[in-house]
């Protein structure tokens, strides 16, 4: 028999034993990811240096996500008695904001690494400068640099999954920067239906009955959101809008610019300027890229990360953006899905291309694209010119629609759904896609056959969705 004394003796080693054990334990926080394969297009280069440095964005959990969605439901939906009053970015912060113990817990595991982390204004994001060294050992993850065929700059991504002590992984949502690669311009236009009639600006007003109808309203902006490392020029808007504006108010350039744009122009964000500003004609204008590799960042969630934590910004931001639902984790998703909730709630609308993949075949099921398949986004699609009549519209072909695999079918849209499957001919085998999930697109409009300005030069332009 022990005594008393060696028995304690035996309880704390026992117990401090199961505290180690307890304390090493690690959990992958995006188990769901897709990593980098054979298959991908960009190239495993070699190891990242353990001196070299990577960024990356950990994810805090935020308070009272259930609220922020009672509220973004409330001002979106009319008939609430809180139906568009629409709330300021710190009463935001105050609902979100993390709860002081978790970043304090956060900051204790990052130790001397904190003092290179810097923390959003809602507390909701950190962002963290690293040796490729202390990440490794942070997070568990195999760091190398890749390459893209398109691109002449590498990136650091892990090899594997990253994982992080569990009584971390309780306040992250996930850790951007180790996974996931930046879009990348694909090498040409997806085919489309040829098109022998070419669009301007006086068309598209003409066709969806904007008339003279123009912006008068001093304090509204829309902005065109861009991530593809393409830019515009002021001289080919200004040109443009000497060609084909002269049957409606307008402003000539853009008024601010946020991010780089010092590159070659690209045609399609020469295509989604000239053509917000044609419609949405005589407002206030930002082009807010967020194109280059700088940092290794994600340029994707370094947009909505900064416009979630940014008092002015416009009302109106136009995305063409996207990845298969399939490809990410749903943890990341839902967290981006948080963010959507909060610049809806500000009063902010965010409209997401649907893509150019059509239902995105992939076997003997069809990949839905996301964002296109949030809830809490206005999904657009495409319609083509079903012959040379203007006016006379069609899907076009490629233009992304289709069923969430992973959200579920919000009120506002049940009844057009329900009566679309009802009454529609010749659908796919149900097997093939979820039914109950979110339906996107939205609503759809022209996206091919548009003539825009490209160094000085009027030419024909295929539109994505």
């Known amino acids: 028999n022990r005594s008393p004394e060696s028995s304690m003796f035996h309880l704390l080693v026992v117990f401090g034993l199961a505290c180690a054990v307890f304390a090493h334990e690690r959990v992958h926080l995006e188990p769901g990811q897709r990593l980098h394969d054979l298959e991908s297009e960009w190239k495993l280069i070699r190891r990242a240096r353990d001196d070299e440095s990577i960024v990356v ?17 409330a001002v979106s939906t009319p008939g609430n008695p809180l139906y568009r009053k629409h709330a300021t970015l710190e009463e935001i912060g105050a609902i979100v904001s993390p709860e002081w113990s978790r970043l304090d817990e956060i900051e204790n595991w990052l130790g001397f690494d904190a003092k290179h982390c810097i923390y959003t204004t809602n507390r909701d994001f950190l962002r963290c400068q690293l040796s490729c060294g202390a990440a490794e050992r942070l997070f568990d993850a195999e760091l190398h ?3 893209h065929p398109r691109l002449n700059e590498t990136v650091i991504r892990s090899k594997k999954l990253y994982s992080v002590p569990s009584n971390i992984a309780s306040s992250l949502d996930f850790i951007g920067g180790l996974l996931r690669f930046p879009p990348v311009q694909s090498k040409s236009n997806p085919i489309s239906r040829p ?18 109808a123009v912006g008068s309203n001093g304090k509204n902006k829309q902005a065109v959101a861009q991530f593809l490392k393409q830019f515009f020029h002021q001289t080919d808007l200004k040109e443009f809008f000497v060609l084909f504006g002269s049957s409606f108010a307008h402003k000539n350039q853009v008024d601010k610019i946020v991010g780089p744009d010092t590159g070659f122009a690209g045609t399609e964000a020469s295509l989604d300027v000239q053509y917000i500003m044609s419609l949405g004609a005589n407002i206030s204008t930002w082009f807010w890229s967020t194109a280059g590799l700088h940092e290794n960042q994600e340029p994707f969630l370094e947009w909505i990360m900064t416009v979630g934590n940014t008092s002015d910004v416009p009302f109106v931001f136009s995305v063409s953006y996207g990845d298969d639902e399939a490809s990410l984790d749903l943890a990341y998703m839902n967290r981006i899905n948080q963010e959507f909730m909060k610049q809806g709630a500000r009063g902010i609308s965010i409209l997401f291309a649907s893509g150019d993949s059509g239902v995105g075949c992939k076997g003997n099921t069809f990949s839905p694209s996301f964002p296109a398949s949030s809830p809490y986004v206005t999904t657009v699609g495409g319609t083509e010119m079903a012959d040379i009549v203007l006016g006379h519209e069609v899907a076009n072909i490629i233009s992304g629609g289709g069923f969430s ?7 506002y849209q049940k009844s057009a759904v329900a009566t679309f ?8 085998k149900s097997s093939y896609y979820n039914r109950s999930g979110r339906a996107y697109p939205d609503v759809a409009a022209l996206s091919n056959g ?9 030419m024909p332009e295929i539109g994505r969705a």
């Open 421 to 428: 499957l009802s009454e529609a001919t010749h659908l796919p």
């Open 57 to 73: 964005t950990l994810a805090v959990k935020s308070a009272n996500a259930a609220s922020l969605e009672q509220l973004f439901w």
């Open 145 to 147: 640099h890749f390459m």
């Open 405 to 411: 695999s992973v959200f579920a079918q919000p009120d």
């Open 195 to 212: 098109t022998s009639t070419q669009v301007t600006a006086s068309h598209l007003r003409t066709m969806y009955n904007v008339s003279s």
């Open 450 to 458: 548009f003539t825009i300005v490209f160094n000085l030069i009027p």
